[in-house]
């Protein structure tokens, strides 16, 4: 059943970054929230209506067009053609470029940005009649300056900015508007796992890692009308970690 907000479908949003994006744009809109497990988008699901600001959060493995299709077909009959998309699904595998296999790198691709490929293929046909409509692609700072042993991951976020842009120029003239977002480290669960960031931190002139809600801060801005103009731009969250 469709309503009169505006619908939004954000990808990865069990936890980290797509669960405080999710969490931001239910504020105002008909968030459809996709994890990977039943578990994950449940609990999403609870949080999210305790806050007072509930999200139809669905399972579902983007890293098949089938995948896609079927969870867009779902989010639509649920709550209506989609206005905004927000590609943020991605695993970070690392290790030596020699020893990534041709599974490995398949792997990546497929939902790093292949699922963004069919994600914006299978919504944009709703912003198109609409004349109307926002993509936010979450790529990374690894995607400008790739670091060592992260070939795979970098490559696939180099490759989402372009598509960015190329899809920005496309449609343009629908008034759509495709823009993407690179993050620097964000102290997300899975990074908070490790060692690893405190190094980047103290690399990063504020000096600390960003809060995820500081992402989903800017994904706000690029979906608001106060960003209508601004189209085929990738903007860096990182505290000033790369500047350009």
């Known amino acids: 059943m469709g309503t009169n907000l505006r619908h939004v479908i954000v990808t990865g949003a069990g936890s980290g970054i797509g669960k405080a994006i999710a969490t931001a744009l239910s504020r105002g809109c008909a968030v459809t929230a996709v994890s990977l497990t039943r578990e994950s988008a449940s609990a999403l699901s609870l949080e999210a209506e305790q806050k007072g600001s509930p999200v139809d959060a669905l399972c579902g493995d983007l890293s098949t067009r089938e995948g896609v299709a079927s969870m867009v077909g779902t989010a639509r009959e649920r709550s209506g053609p989609v206005d905004v998309v927000v590609n943020n699904l991605g695993i970070y595998p690392?290790?030596?470029?020699?020893?990534?296999?041709?599974?490995?790198?398949?792997?990546?691709?497929?939902?790093?940005?292949?699922?963004?490929?069919?994600?914006?293929?299978?919504?944009?046909?709703?912003?198109?009649?609409?004349?109307?409509?926002?993509?936010?692609?979450?790529?990374?700072?690894?995607?400008?300056?790739?670091?060592?042993?992260?070939?795979?991951?970098?490559?696939?976020?180099?490759a989402m900015i372009s598509l960015t842009r190329s899809l920005a120029a496309e449609m343009a003239p629908y008034a759509i508007n495709v823009n993407a977002i690179a993050p620097g480290w964000v102290a997300t669960p899975k990074i908070l796992e490790g060692d690893r960031w405190k190094e980047g931190a103290r690399r990063i002139p504020f000096g600390r890692l960003a809060e995820p809600a500081e992402i989903a801060d800017a994904v706000e801005f690029l979906v608001s009308e106060k960003a209508r103009y601004i189209t085929g731009e990738t903007l860096n969250v990182n505290g000033g970690l790369l500047m350009d």
Do not use: H
Request: proline fraction near 5%; hydrophobic fraction near 35%.
């Open 94 to 158: 690392s290790g030596p470029f020699l020893s990534i296999s041709d599974d490995e790198w398949d792997r990546v691709m497929d939902v790093c940005l292949k699922s963004c490929f069919w994600m914006c293929q299978e919504t944009l046909p709703d912003m198109i009649e609409k004349k109307r409509g926002w993509i936010v692609n979450i790529s990374s700072i690894d995607g400008k300056t790739p670091g060592t042993e992260n070939a795979v991951y970098s490559a696939a976020k180099a």
